[in-house]
Nanobody
């Protein structure tokens, strides 16, 4: 399974950004998909996750600001990020899980004025 993220970049505090993640394979609809992030000097942490049944969960730090969604017809999962803060700055990684977990290469998100 190949996982590829896109959509990172530089955004001002309070701004919005949408990350996209495509995963290969005909079984996308039954993957659990997730977004993780890792800031410099910190451990990688779960940001948001969506199951094959569209159940979602979020890190407390992003609840109410970030939304994870999926489009099975496009083999794509999204992370809509609003009200971004400097502490959201990190490399964001997408994962696809079906038994094993497959990771993308990451995309940088920088929140700075």
């Amino acid at each position: 399974v190949q996982v590829v993220e896109s959509g990172g970049g530089l955004v001002q505090p309070g701004g919005s950004l949408t990350l996209s993640c495509g995963a290969s394979g005909s079984s996308f609809s039954i993957y659990a998909m997730g977004w993780y992030r890792q800031a410099p000097g910190k451990q990688r942490e779960l940001v948001a996750r969506i199951t094959s049944g569209n159940f979602t969960n979020y890190a407390n730090s992003v609840k109410g600001r970030f939304t994870i969604s999926r489009d099975n017809a496009k083999n794509t999962v999204y992370l809509q990020m609003n009200s971004l803060k400097p502490e959201d700055t990190a490399v964001y990684y997408c994962t696809a899980t079906l038994g094993a977990t497959y990771w993308g290469q990451g995309t940088q998100v920088t929140v700075s004025s």
